[in-house]
């Protein structure tokens, strides 16, 4: 008899099999890349080939440079901007008609769950709409009359060629976020994306093509950081990088644009605290404790990965937290089902793994859910949660990126306000309590770039996203992205005769 497993199971093989090798898509067409290297594309479900990716180098950087600068400086430079932002909905429509494919290649690629990541692909497609009405409402200059003399105004353009690097934890969205700004404020767009998770960004290109952009505007390499994403970085037509990736990845590509004096945005990691204190609805911070490090597989830059609970409630908060762990779904992405599935790699699963081995020998109980035994040739962690751990171990400093959350106690706000800041990142961090004026000093207490009270990680499209310390640089979202994506000229005009020295007269 064939289980519903087995089905899911055999998908991924039917899948693998079938699908077609990956180009880079450069000025419009899907292109070998110069040197024809390929790398292989492996599923983190079965471990085996899905199929062969082109390896971008810095030839075919350059190539890609060349046709966004030509766009640029050409049709969609001149562009009216109503024209261009029909583009940027017609590709949010495409996207929602391909939600489901679009998913199921997404988790087929990074082991996240289906039902996680159909989510997370109908936000993108709201993504590309909320900058097209964005652009429109919000992306104008200002007017300064000085006296009788001035009229000064400012404008703002489009900055010119604009290269994305991007993570394979939720890579769709997270592309998404950078190219629906880049390209709606009018600049021309060179993808790297990661090289663990080149499906969607592919898909992305073919949506775009689909979509009927000029070419040159939106173009994907496809490679390795070291090589594509290096060249990138450092080519000196490209006037901005926005990346997002790990904070050591951030610094080395700060350094190596330098030369060329880059624009930078850097989204980079983190080790979130979540503070539950004993007057808080504690079933619902239980809920959102759970969801917030075990959702998209633990491997989420807000993840809540540190668990500060109030010596009154630990106890019965903890045991219902290892309930939670021991019932948490571990299966195959496809399954609908599934709550978590497997790491996105063998290396990424090793330096998880080593955590935990690394969190035993610092002292700490190391409690772990379940992991059905037909799922042994995927990437799996089970859910785990670790007990006694302090503040100074590397498990709580050190961000783990995986389903691992580490459960520490506190007496009172002083202490745990102290606790939760002593790290080096700063992205987000929660607060649990039905004190409001606790809920607001505690949030605004620590250091971090986005703080939530009484709630789990829900944002509008509206507000600032990034991180403080070592978290970030600067800040997208909202029409704080215009700040990253356009330049402010200000143009200064006489309207009198005002004083001018007469040097040598
Ligand atoms: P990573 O830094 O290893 O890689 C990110 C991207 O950078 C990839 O495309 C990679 O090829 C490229 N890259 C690597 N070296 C490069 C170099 N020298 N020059 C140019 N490009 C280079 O990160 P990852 O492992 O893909 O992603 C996980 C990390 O991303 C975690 O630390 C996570 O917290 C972080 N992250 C942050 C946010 C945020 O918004 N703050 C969101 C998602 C993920």
Known sequence: MVTNKQVVTDKHRDLAGKLNDIKLYIDGEFVNAEENGTFENISPFTNEKINNIASGQSADIDKAVKAAKKAFKGEWGQMKQAE????????????????DEIAFLESLD????????????????SNFRYYADTVKSQLYGEAYQVDDEFINY???????????????NAPFMLETWKIAPALATGNTVILKPAEWSPLTANRMAEIIDQA???????????GFGETAGDALVKHPVVQLISFTGETTTGSTIMKN???TLKRFSMELGGKSPIIVFEDADLDRALDAATWGIFSFNGERCTANSRLYLHEDIADQFIEKLKERVANIKVGDPLDEETQVGPLIH??????VKNYLEIAAEEGCEVISGYIPEDLNRGNYVAPTILMNATNEMRVVQEEIFGPVIAVMTFRDEEEVVEKANDVRYGLAGYVWTNDIKRGHRVA?????????????????LRTPFGGSKHSGIGR????????FYTETKIIHVSINDHHIPQLGK
């Open 444 to 460: 605004q207490a620590i250091e971090s770039g986005m703080l939530w009270v009484n709630s789990q990680n829900v944002r509008d």
């Open 110 to 125: 990074t082991g996240l769950p289906i039902n996680q990541t159909k989510k997370q692909v109908s936000r993108s497609a």
């Open 476 to 483: 997208e979202g909202g029409y704080y992205a215009f700040e």
């Open 212 to 222: 009927g952009l000029p070419d040159g505007v939106f173009n994907i390499v496809h």
């Open 257 to 259: 644009g330098a030369d």
């Open 346 to 351: 063998t290396t990424h699963y090793n330096n």
């Open 84 to 99: 261009r932002l029909n583009y940027i909905y017609k590709i949010g429509d495409l996207i929602e008609e391909h939600t």
């Open 154 to 168: 400012s404008i703002r353009s489009a900055v010119g060629v604009a290269g994305l690097i991007t993570p394979w």
